[in-house]
């Protein structure tokens, strides 16, 4: 393995922690709106709210859940081929998935 291939993940880091941030903030502003279209309500329920039934509150974690998961493969498949074009190098190990 290439001294490059080695520091490749800790210079990719940051840049992975930006990405995932930044994501993250998207599918929340993601999940607001289709909350919205779907429900045509502002707040979607919480695991603790009292007044709304299982239906809901599963109904919102698993739309939710689904946007998350879509924006941020979306995110890191993006970053991981920005790095790929600029070093020639993929950022992950051979193995695939997430630490």
């Not at 979306?74 to 920005?82: L, N, P, S």
């Amino acid at each position: 393995m290439s001294k490059k291939k080695k520091s490749l993940p800790v210079v990719y880091k940051p840049v992975g922690f930006l990405l995932g941030w930044t994501s993250g903030t998207l599918a929340g502003l993601a999940f607001q709106k289709v909350w919205k279209m779907i429900r045509h309500e502002d707040d979607a329920p919480d695991a603790l709210d009292k007044d709304r039934g299982w239906g809901e509150v599963l109904l919102a974690a698993a739309v939710q859940g689904a946007i998350f998961a879509v924006v941020r493969s979306a995110a890191d498949r993006t970053g991981a081929k920005a790095i790929e074009r600029s070093t020639g190098v993929w950022p992950g190990d051979d193995k695939g998935g997430r630490d």
